[in-house]
């Protein structure tokens, strides 16, 4: 089993993006699927998270309302919207898969799956 995530790139600021992650049959209503980012030098850090069990979408405090996660269940697909790019959104974005309790769904460590990861760029 393995996830798979794809659609990053260079965007100017303000242009958008949208990820795919392919979640490889993990969309069981016990499974949470979640966006984390890196940026060189700093710490992963949490983006945004769908729980099939209540299809509710969670989403980092740095999103305000600029992202949405929409999904094709018959694809095993999940995405990730990203409007109104700026530069500090710049990382390497990973789809991670687990069956965290809500409270822990922003902590990384609490999926143990893990896509490859898909570099987005913002520039200025």
């Known amino acids: 089993v393995q996830l798979q995530a794809s659609g990053g790139g260079l965007v100017q600021a303000g242009g958008s993006l949208r990820l795919s992650c392919l979640t490889s049959?993990?969309?069981?209503?016990?499974?949470?699927t979640a966006w984390f980012r890196q940026a060189p030098g700093k710490e992963r850090e949490f983006v945004a998270a769908?729980?099939?069990?209540?299809?509710?979408?969670y989403f980092g405090d740095f999103v305000k309302d600029r992202f949405s996660i929409s999904r094709d269940g018959a694809k095993e697909m999940l995405y990730l919207q990203m409007n109104n790019l700026k530069p500090e959104d710049t990382a390497v974005y990973y789809c991670?898969?687990?069956?965290?309790?809500?409270?822990?769904?922003?902590?990384?460590?609490?999926?143990?799956?893990w896509g490859q990861g898909t570099q987005v760029t913002v520039s200025s």
């Open positions: 991670a898969s687990g069956r965290p309790p809500l409270g822990s769904i922003r902590t990384a460590s609490s999926f143990n799956l």
């Open positions: 049959g993990r969309t069981s209503s016990s499974y949470t």
């Open positions: 769908f729980r099939w069990m209540s299809k509710y979408s």
